[in-house]
């Protein structure tokens, strides 16, 4: 007889986001709940941190503790190397990929970019743990593809000829930052929830 699946809070209202890591953790004993879910849609919590590692920090602790619950966080940004790295931490509030072309319209290819995204795993004890993924690519001209969310349309993964919005779930999502971090999350979950 299986065991019944750990709950799992996602400190997220993010529901790209929600759909990806249901996903991308499928497979493992979690049930994946949201703050909708527990009574939390009213927890907001300001992402005042300087890098995406105490971004996802604060988020986890803060749902964590609120919850009781084992927590995950991410915080994503996309790091352009013409912008100096922006719009980096800032990606969610910088303005969209209409923006970002707008700001890149005068660079030449290739405009070298990469995803990050910091995933923190904050246990009941209040302990943390945290891994990253990060995806190379670059920005493309224009908008390209309709699937995805975010800067999926202008970003053009390494080795491929496609945008993340036009590669579709089956083929991004093993191979973008968020998919190689829950990667690295699996292990740690089985290991920190003694499941799988």
Not at 165 to 174: F, R
């Amino acid at each position: 007889m299986m065991a019944a699946p750990i709950s799992l809070l996602l400190a997220t209202r993010n529901r790209g986001k929600l759909g990806e890591l249901q996903q991308l953790l499928d497979g493992l004993p979690v049930r994946l709940l949201t703050a909708d879910d527990v009574g939390l849609s009213h927890l907001d919590v300001a992402e005042t941190g300087d890098t995406l590692l105490e971004n996802a920090s604060l988020k986890a602790a803060a749902y964590g503790a609120a919850s009781g619950l084992p927590t995950i966080a991410d915080d994503t940004g996309l790091f352009v190397d013409a912008l100096n790295g922006r719009p980096g931490v800032r990606t969610a509030r910088f303005g969209g990929p209409l923006k970002l072309l707008d700001a890149l319209r005068d660079i030449p290819a290739p405009r070298r970019a990469h995803f990050a995204c910091v995933i923190a795993l904050r246990l009941p004890d209040g302990s943390q743990q945290h891994v990253t993924g990060t995806c190379p690519g670059q920005i493309m001209f224009d908008m390209r593809g309709a699937g995805g969310f975010g800067y999926d349309p202008v970003f053009q993964p390494d080795g491929y000829d496609q945008t993340f919005a036009e590669l579709g779930e089956a083929i991004k999502n093993p191979i973008s930052h968020r998919g190689l971090a829950v990667a690295a999350l699996a292990p740690l979950l089985k290991s920190a929830l003694g499941i799988g």
